[in-house]
């Protein structure tokens, strides 16, 4: 099992809210890690857009618009990166990361298409 | 302005090594840690490894510990990534960048194949 899971694909309409989610592998606790979100669009290097581990520890990119935004659903087990209003610009591939054991963890990343 | 440049990438036969630079500018390279992030085509993001601002720490992934060495030199806002007994498997591009990965360079191209 991976460390953190994402959805392969999400799809949504332009105007639209999109709930990404990372899910932790049982055993590994969302509470105790900052989770680090990225945006890559084809053929250009990813993007830092946004880390989140409360709403006391949080910090945007430089330059993210603030329609990107981070947060946990504990139940889940999950990071959340949620994007309000979405835009065509927004159509690319995003990954979350944690540091974990040592070494950086990305997500399997998950495909945003705005239809 | 943060910049990070790589070189050093190219084509090499399976065993064979090569040596990749990350240039950085735009901040004080000697207070950040760095890492080396690769991406295989088609696919997704893999950590690689990880140095500290002073070299004193270093961690790699599981994939290329033994084989990879990851170096700096603070005094020309150099680091390196010293891949040795290169794999099929390693080909990819290598992304340098800083931090917990805030600010990332435009990669190069590692292609492993006879």
């Known amino acids: 099992q991976a460390v953190l899971t994402q959805p392969s694909s999400l799809s949504a309409s332009p105007g639209a809210s999109a709930s990404l989610t990372c899910t932790l592998r049982?055993?590994?606790?969302?509470?105790?890690?900052?989770i680090y979100w990225y945006q890559q669009k084809p053929g250009s290097p990813p993007q830092y857009l946004l880390r989140y581990k409360s709403d006391s520890d949080k910090q945007q990119g430089s330059g993210v618009p603030s329609r990107f935004s981070g947060s946990k659903d504990a139940s889940a087990n999950a990071g959340i990166l949620l994007i309000s209003g979405l835009q065509s610009e927004d159509e690319a591939d995003y990954y979350c990361m944690i540091w974990h054991s040592s070494a950086y963890v990305f997500g399997t990343g998950t495909k945003v298409t705005v239809l | 302005e943060v910049q990070l440049v790589e070189s050093g990438g190219g084509l090499v036969q399976p065993g064979g090594s090569l040596r990749l630079s990350c240039a950085a500018s735009g901040f004080t390279f000697s207070s950040y840690s760095m890492n080396w992030v690769r991406q295989a085509p088609g696919e997704g993001l893999e950590w690689v490894s990880y140095?500290?601002?002073?070299?004193?720490?270093?961690y790699y992934a599981d994939s290329v510990k033994g084989r990879f060495t990851i170096s700096r030199d603070n005094a020309k806002n150099l680091m390196y990534l010293q891949m040795n007994s290169l794999r099929a498997e390693d080909t990819a591009v290598y992304y340098c960048t800083r931090e917990a990965s805030d600010y990332w360079g435009q990669g190069t191209l590692v292609t492993v194949s006879s």
């Open positions: 049982s055993g590994i606790n969302v509470g105790t890690y900052r």
């Open positions: 140095i500290s601002s002073g070299s004193s720490t270093i």
